[in-house]
């Protein structure tokens, strides 16, 4: 497994390439402090999975989407102190594959960079945590679904993509647009399979992705209520 290390931080760079350095199986191609340096490291060596703080000096989230555009193989494992609900949502709408903290155990890291190896999603319990109770269920989402293939929705369908988004019911959706329960649930249905997602959740990630609702507006919901 060839690993790439994205941060600023010398010393936890220095970290990271000690535990890693424990697993026969890893070889660290190189390190970047900055955007310009991984960039060019990818382009210069085969990498199978970026373990990035994109939070860090030097870095920033649309350093995520740019690696999966230009190396759409390369897995990225964002390690990031705490960050909000919001941030962890822009990064997996950005393209990362798997998700910890800074502070999760060796073990979990380990565990982390080998599933994302083999191109599955890992998020530590913290982050978990995090996207839970912004009402988001990660193993529901289905990130590849969103791809640079244009999606053609009509506006009756963005309406509807909307009101879901929002929370809002086949039910009171129908009474909203004025057509019935029945008409409703076909729109859901073929606005799924549209955007390639099995649930309620894969409709809000890409009403979030594509701008018809704000995150703010369903991310915070359950803390606004108590």
């Given at each position: 497994m060839k690993i790439a290390i994205a941060d600023s931080n010398e010393l936890i760079r220095l970290g990271l390439r000690v535990l890693l350095n424990t697993e026969l199986q890893i070889t660290i191609v190189g390190e970047a402090?900055?955007?310009?340096?991984?960039?060019?490291?990818?382009?210069?060596?085969?990498?199978?999975?970026?373990?990035?703080?994109?939070?860090?000096?030097?870095?920033?989230?649309?350093?995520?989407?740019?690696?999966?555009?230009?190396?759409?193989?390369?897995?990225?494992?964002?390690?990031?102190?705490?960050?909000s609900a919001q941030v962890l949502v822009d990064a997996l709408r950005s393209g990362i594959t798997s998700y910890v903290k800074k502070d999760c155990s060796f073990p979990e890291?380990?565990?982390?960079?080998?599933?994302?190896?083999?191109?599955?999603?890992?998020?530590?319990?913290?982050?978990?945590?995090?996207?839970?109770?912004?009402?988001?269920?990660?193993?529901d989402i289905d990130i590849d679904a969103f791809s640079c293939e244009a999606v053609v929705i009509s506006k009756r369908e963005g309406e509807i993509i909307t009101f879901i988004a929002e929370g809002y019911t086949n039910t009171q959706i129908a009474e909203k647009l004025f057509l019935s329960a029945h008409t409703i649930n076909t729109h859901r249905k073929n606005i799924m399979s549209k955007l390639g997602v099995k649930n309620t959740a894969g409709i809000v990630m890409y009403a979030v992705k594509s701008n018809l609702i704000s995150p703010n507006k369903f991310l915070f919901t359950s803390e606004s209520d108590n």
């Open positions: 402090n900055r955007s310009c340096e991984l960039l060019e490291l990818l382009g210069a060596f085969d990498v199978d999975v970026v373990i990035i703080d994109f939070t860090s000096s030097g870095f920033d989230i649309n350093d995520l989407s740019q690696i999966k555009r230009n190396f759409p193989n390369v897995g990225i494992l964002a390690v990031t102190p705490d960050q890291i380990i565990e982390a960079v080998n599933e994302t190896k083999n191109g599955n999603m890992f998020f530590c319990g913290q982050i978990l945590e995090t996207i839970s109770e912004a009402n988001l269920d990660v193993e």
